[in-house]
């Protein structure tokens, strides 16, 4: 009976914990002054790092950071923050990532020196080499395949 009532506090606490975790986590975005429109963006990969972390006193731990650029479509665009979501199987780690470009009115008038770009990294515990991470870019439309009708 002792265990039974032990057990239920443990796991009543364990809910509370990660309940509480989450809603922290939860964040409100607000959309930058003067955007007209919302769009995905596709990225690329320009560097992965692997970075020591401190857990404690004197733990340290392993994460994998990887930096993310993109294209934006218009000078003041910004690059809203990513949504992302990393699964890690059989030593690869692939990230589910949701960019948005907040398409400022002004571009529209404006001329670019440059093509417009932001950056963002994403990052998971532990070590991971260049080729064991996929980056998978949410929102974007499928890639059309032309078939050949007979």
């Known amino acids: 009976m002792l265990f039974n009532s032990m057990l239920t506090r443990v796991l009543s606490l364990a809910i509370a914990l990660i309940s509480f975790t989450a809603t922290a986590q ?3 975005l ?3 002054e003067g955007t007209d429109g919302l769009s995905p963006i596709a990225g690329k990969i320009t560097k992965v790092e692997q970075r020591r972390i401190p857990l ?3 733990v340290t731990g392993s994460e ?5 650029q993109f294209n934006l479509a218009g000078c003041l665009d910004k690059l809203m923050p990513l949504v992302t ?3 890690i199987k059989n030593r690869r780690v692939t990230f589910y990532v949701t960019a948005i470009n907040a398409h400022n009115e002004a ?3 404006a001329r670019c020196i440059a093509i417009p770009q932001a950056s963002a990294q994403v990052s998971v515990p532990g070590v991971f080499s260049r080729n064991q991470i996929k980056v998978v870019f949410l929102g974007q439309p ?3 395949t032309v078939t050949q009708r007979k």
């Open 64 to 68: 994998t950071r990887v930096n993310l």
């Open 56 to 58: 404690g006193d004197a």
């Open 85 to 87: 979501y990393s699964q």
């Open 107 to 109: 571009s529209k008038r």
């Open 26 to 28: 939860a964040q409100v």
């Open 30 to 32: 607000s959309i930058p």
């Open 142 to 144: 499928e890639p059309q």
